[in-house]
């Protein structure tokens, strides 16, 4: 079987995660920072380690197969590519940012301005479905210095705790798009087999990612009230205790509902409950 080929970013915010979890997914490579391709040993794929920008193109002309890339520079890029999954890692905002001190108070007072930003083709459309004629300074980097050193009165730069915007003096003035990581594929791929393969591994990790098991203790008079608060990825499994009317409870839950749960479970009664991470769930 030929191998597929995946891109994903060779440093940088996403690489780490993107490594997560294709290791997590089963598969065996070497990670070396050196070198610019691996091949996985168990499974039908090559890793290219590219510079973020280039991945869309690359998927879209078909060099790569698969993708790990930025929805905003899907955007920016504006490439014809297939959304295969939605990652929930590199979550950021694109925002317009001002500095502190200055006047502008509404999206339209940007008619006229300077803005600065690495995504000059997300920043025109937003500008041109908001009817603002502005001028669009494009720099590849530290973009938030810029309004400081009179280039620009406004910049559009991703942003995620803002404690860049706040260490260069400015404040949120618009958001333009919400990001997170994508699994993008060449247009077709989604019917091969070894795809289709790979997104089922991908999901049960996501699928584990955002559930914890729980195991805890209760009398057997209140253990209805906790099964009515516990549906597990099935039903509850309920084992006996040596100790005489108690029992164990082992059941999945969200990680979302996680604390408004366990509050109500101890409510209930629970005891000694323990909360472990799982690796796959696979349904
Ligand atoms: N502060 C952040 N928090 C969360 N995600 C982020 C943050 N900054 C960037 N990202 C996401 O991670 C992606 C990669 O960011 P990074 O800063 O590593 O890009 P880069 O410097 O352009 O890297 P490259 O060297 O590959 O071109 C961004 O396109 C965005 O989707
Ligand atoms: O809101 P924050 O949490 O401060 O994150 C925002 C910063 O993160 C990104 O840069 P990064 O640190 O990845 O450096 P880079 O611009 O050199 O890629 C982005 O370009 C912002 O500058
Ligand atoms: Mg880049």
Known sequence: MSSLKIAIQKSGRLNEKSVE??????????????????????????????RDDDIPEYVQDGIAD????????????????HFLQRLGFGKCTLKIAIPNESELVQ???????????????????????????????????SVEISPGLGLSDAICDIVSTGGTLKSNGLKPFADVMSSEAILIGKNGIEKEEAVKELMQRIQSVLKAKETKYVVLNVKRENLQIIVDLLPGVKSPTVVPL??????????????????????????AGAQGIVVMPIEKIIM
């Open 21 to 50: 979890l294709l290791k997590n997914c089963g598969l065996t490579f070497e990670n070396y920072k050196s070198s610019l391709i691996s091949s996985v040993s168990n499974f039908p794929l090559e890793i290219l380690f590219l």
């Open 66 to 81: 698969l993708g790990i890339v930025g929805e905003n520079v899907i955007s920016e890029t504006g490439v014809n590519v």
């Open 107 to 141: 999206i339209n007072d940007l008619e006229g301005r300077a803005i600065a930003t690495s995504y000059p083709n997300i920043l025109k459309k937003y500008l041109s479905d908001n009817q603002i004629n502005a001028t669009i300074r494009t720099i590849s980097g």
């Open 242 to 267: 040596a100790e005489e009317g108690w029992v164990a409870v082992h059941t999945a839950i969200q990680e979302r509902d996680f604390w408004e749960k366990i509050n109500k479970l101890k409510a």
